[in-house]
């Protein structure tokens, strides 16, 4: 706050007194003790006595008035009061103390500095007063211009001061304005910071996620209260190295991932993760964790920190885990009766001969169901066993295409489908000849199943220098884009075969999803030429060992 400005409070008061008022009070004192030495006949005087009654009523009242609950301005007589005292003390002792004129010099800058410009004429006037009563007082003007520099030299002297202290008070008020709306802008935003890493901090710990960001040097600046708790059930510490625990899987529950290899030191150096899957904790007791991270960086493209995220999916892998025994277990349960059923139908049929018509159709109607059924359970034990590893050999591509057309001619011939291949080349390729046939034949039977009687499905390959793509297209319905994305997906099946009662259960599309996946490639659905369906297979054409993904395959282990 300035120097004399009156804070309206009692405390404001006293320090105007004490830093405005006080000092000319002292001053004045000074002055008669000096009189009382040097010149006591001079104490007695009217001028002298009536400034002294003056400076006592105006300091009176400056320290025991109750100005703050009035009007502050009305301090100002309080400062007139004290020129007034110095006019009638200079007055009298100029011959005697020429230096008394600078006790106004107190409250000039009180008047140029604590109050608004408007009352600086009270000022200017002070000092004319000041200069002017000695002489109205003893009836004489000074006769040279000597006299005259020596009887203005002090006030001017003053007045300039008062001046240049009024400027510098309000440059100084001006400023203090400044500051003052600054201060309100970053208290503001502070308060705005505060709320909103509050609606931050609250938020992200109702969330089920963990997540933790630590800073460029990789120190931990945030972690919310599921990070926390996960970190303990890792037994791992977010905020000192190594930030890794000790019984920490891959996603095949059975290798050791080093500390260096697990997700928050790997992520602290700058590898994306994206879904990653590990077990982590002591057996019997183990939770299955997925994970992500990605790095911040400011629009320099300096780092600002690291983000990681991470959810408990035990009780998702755990129920896939349920599910694939279940399939396995009914498949197996179910193949070992049909298998008798079926033989026992081969003997039937050799013994019913052309004799007995109605039941030679009777057991082919028979044996047709006994096949689609066969059918059902071969889609169940081939996806109890779509996390088997896959086992690379050379083979040539379009031996494997082929050999899939094959197996699926004469379900194609039973609906007057042709599937024709195209692109027949003798390239080479390292893959999975077993996983890929059954690729392709899940996507020739959906081709075929979907596709209108007496058409054709096209099934074409080409290799790049980077890649295999296998293409199969139908003229069938075609899929939904809004269902494109859940196509493969364990048990879905789409709105149209919904809807025109298409046998299957769903199984398929995963079997080749997972196949493709365990090749480290992908499966693109779109449109085809022929207004049906495109399922086009992108494989890599290298050899290397793939890491284990987080994907449905992943957790069912």
């Given amino acids: 706050m300035p120097l004399f400005e009156l804070d309206r409070t009692r405390r404001g008061r006293v320090r105007v007194f004490t830093r405005a008022q006080l000092p000319f009070l002292v001053g004045a004192l000074l002055v008669f003790a000096a009189l009382a030495v040097g010149t006591p006949v001079s104490l007695s005087t009217p001028l002298v006595v009536e400034a002294a009654i003056l400076i006592l009523i105006a300091s009176a009242a400056g320290a025991l008035l109750p100005w703050e609950s009035v009007a502050a301005g009305w301090l100002i007589l309080v400062a007139a009061a004290d020129i007034v005292a110095v006019g009638l003390l200079?007055?009298?002792?100029?011959?005697?103390?020429?230096?008394v004129g600078m006790l106004a010099i107190f409250p000039i800058l009180w008047i140029a500095y604590?109050?608004?410009?408007?009352?600086?004429?009270?000022?200017?006037?002070?000092?004319?007063?000041?200069?002017?009563?000695?002489?109205?007082?003893?009836?004489?003007?000074?006769?040279?211009?000597?006299?005259?520099?020596?009887?203005?030299?002090?006030?001017?002297?003053?007045?300039?001061?008062?001046?240049?202290?009024?400027?510098?008070?309000?440059?100084?008020?001006?400023s203090r304005e400044v500051a003052a709306v600054a201060s309100l802008a970053r208290t503001a935003a502070l308060r705005r910071a505060l709320d909103d890493e509050l609606l931050l901090r609250t938020m992200l710990d109702t969330v089920s996620s963990a997540v933790v960001l630590y800073d460029a040097e990789g120190r931990l600046m945030l972690a919310n209260a599921p990070a926390e708790r996960l970190a303990r059930a890792m037994g791992i510490s977010l905020d000192s190295p190594p930030h890794a625990g000790v019984a920490v899987l891959a996603a095949d529950r059975r290798t050791p991932i080093p500390a260096r290899e697990q997700f928050?030191?790997?992520?602290?150096?700058?590898?994306?993760?994206?879904?990653?899957?590990?077990?982590?904790?002591?057996?019997?007791?183990?939770?299955?964790?997925?994970?992500?991270?990605?790095?911040?960086?400011?629009?320099?493209?300096?780092?600002?920190?690291?983000?990681?995220?991470?959810?408990?999916?035990?009780?998702?892998?755990?129920?896939?885990?349920?599910?694939e025994d279940f399939l396995r277990t009914v498949s197996h349960e179910l193949r070992t009766p049909l298998t008798s059923v079926t033989g026992y139908l081969d003997l039937l049929t050799e013994r019913v001969g052309p004799s007995d018509p109605d039941a030679a159709r009777y057991l082919r109607a028979t044996e047709r169901n006994v096949l689609v059924l066969t059918d059902r359970i071969n889609e169940l034990l081939a996806a109890s066993a779509a996390d088997s590893p896959v086992s690379r050999r050379t083979v040539v591509l379009s031996d494997v295409v082929a050999s899939a057309v094959r197996a699926v001619a004469e379900r194609a011939e039973r609906r007057g489908t042709s599937i024709q291949q195209i692109g027949v080349t003798r390239d080479e390729v390292v893959v999975d000849p077993v996983r890929i046939h059954q690729v392709l034949e899940e996507l020739l039977v959906n081709a075929v199943?979907?596709?209108?009687?007496?058409?054709?499905?096209?099934?074409?390959?080409?290799?790049?220098?980077?890649?295999?793509?296998?293409?199969?297209?139908?003229?069938?319905?075609?899929?939904?884009?809004?269902?494109?994305?859940?196509?493969?997906?364990?048990?879905?099946?789409t709105s149209f075969a919904r809807q025109q009662a298409i046998q299957g259960f769903g199984i398929g599309l995963s079997v080749v999803r997972d196949a493709v996946l365990a090749h480290g490639g992908s499966v693109v659905v779109d449109a085809s030429a022929m207004g049906g369906t495109a399922m086009t297979v992108v494989l890599p054409t290298g050899t290397a060992e793939l890491p284990v993904l987080a994907t449905p395959l992943a957790l069912r282990h």
């Fill in 90 to 99: 200079r007055a009298e002792l100029l011959p005697l103390l020429p230096s």
């Fill in 114 to 174: 604590g109050f608004p410009p408007v009352a600086f004429p009270v000022a200017v006037g002070g000092a004319a007063f000041i200069t002017l009563f000695g002489f109205l007082y003893r009836g004489s003007w000074p006769t040279t211009a000597l006299d005259w520099v020596n009887v203005v030299t002090l006030p001017g002297l003053i007045l300039a001061i008062a001046v240049v202290v009024n400027i510098a008070a309000r440059n100084l008020r001006g």
């Fill in 264 to 323: 928050i030191p790997r992520a602290l150096r700058g590898e994306p993760l994206r879904g990653e899957v590990e077990w982590i904790g002591p057996p019997g007791f183990q939770r299955a964790v997925v994970a992500g991270a990605e790095q911040v960086r400011r629009p320099d493209g300096s780092l600002l920190g690291t983000v990681i995220a991470a959810y408990d999916v035990t009780d998702m892998a755990d129920a896939a885990a349920l599910r």
């Fill in 449 to 493: 199943k979907f596709s209108p009687p007496s058409s054709a499905v096209v099934v074409g390959q080409r290799l790049d220098a980077d890649r295999i793509s296998i293409a199969v297209s139908d003229p069938g319905p075609g899929i939904d884009p809004a269902e494109r994305g859940r196509v493969f997906d364990r048990f879905y099946r």
